[in-house]
């Protein structure tokens, strides 16, 4: 069984910065391609950011580029996001996925492009 978990969700002021992690519970799976998605109340999903796992290339989406980093520890079967700078409108639950096939979809944040997802870290912006 494959299991994303993700942590480090809270509650941080604007401006201020958060961390947040996913881990791979698995003892044979390999992602090609990790993604970070969030939603927000009354909103639908939207992709964050992904990595691709073997040359560790990034790709962002418009609202949070140059504010949010997402990176990897393959040894580790860790994903993260740094979130910097954070403004209210990046509160929400945010979701870890994967998925083992490598697919231009995936990198830009097509959401049925994969197949594993975690069950999400809740992330608040008030100061």
């Known amino acids: 069984e494959v299991q994303l978990v993700e942590s480090g969700g809270g509650s941080v002021p604007p401006g201020g910065s958060l961390k947040l992690s996913c881990l791979l519970v698995?003892?044979?799976?390999?992602?090609?391609?990790m993604a970070w998605f969030r939603q927000a109340l009354g909103k639908e999903r939207e992709w964050v950011a992904s990595?691709?796992?073997?040359?560790?290339?990034?790709y962002y989406a418009d609202p949070v580029k140059r504010r949010f980093t997402i990176a990897q520890d393959k040894p580790q079967n860790m994903w993260y996001l740094q979130m910097n700078t954070v403004v209210p409108a990046d509160a929400g639950q945010y979701f870890c996925a994967g998925t083992r096939s490598f697919t231009h979809g995936a990198l830009l944040g097509v959401a049925r492009e994969f197949g594993t997802w975690g069950q999400g870290t809740r992330v608040s912006v008030s100061s």
């Open positions: 698995s003892s044979t799976e390999r992602m090609r391609i």
């Open positions: 990595i691709h796992t073997d040359d560790g290339s990034t």
